[in-house]
Nanobody
Framework: HVQLVESGGGSVRPGGSLRLSCAASGLTYSHYCNAWFRQVPGKEREGVAAIDSDGKTFYADSVKGRFTISKDNSDITLYLQMNSLKSEDTAMYYC????????????????????WGRGTQVTVS
């Protein structure tokens, strides 16, 4: 069955970098839009970055210029390259996917996504 599995989380000092991965099983991303969300205790889940089926990317203002979302050439793995990390980036990070196209206004909206991974923890301290 279809699964999304995140990896690459861990602990890093402020200013450091991490690369998160989200591997798909049972599907390819070729006709999907994908996104990364994050959540900390006591706060709503926040859309971080998204990429549509054509490769167009979208970013939350809080990470713009520091994070890069991408897919590999096989459309099996989704990535989030995180540079210049701040303590405020500490969160559980989730990958998500949905079929079809989307607008910029939909790209970072949680309810637009139908497939979710279980999360990987990122701690910046």
């Amino acid at each position: 069955h279809v699964q999304l599995v995140e990896s690459g989380g861990g602990s890093v000092r402020p200013g450091g970098s991490l690369r998160l991965s989200c591997a798909a099983s049972g599907l390819t991303y070729s006709h999907y839009c994908n996104a990364w969300f994050r959540q900390v205790p006591g706060k709503e889940r926040e859309g971080v970055a998204a990429i549509d089926s054509d490769g167009k990317t979208f970013y939350a203002d809080s990470v713009k210029g520091r994070f890069t979302i991408s897919k590999d050439n096989s459309d099996i793995t989704l990535y989030l390259q995180m540079n210049s990390l701040k303590s405020e980036d500490t969160a559980m990070y989730y990958c998500a996917a949905r079929p079809g196209r989307m607008t910029a206004n939909q790209a970072l909206v949680e309810d637009e996504y139908v497939l979710w991974g279980r999360g990987t923890q990122v701690t910046v301290s």
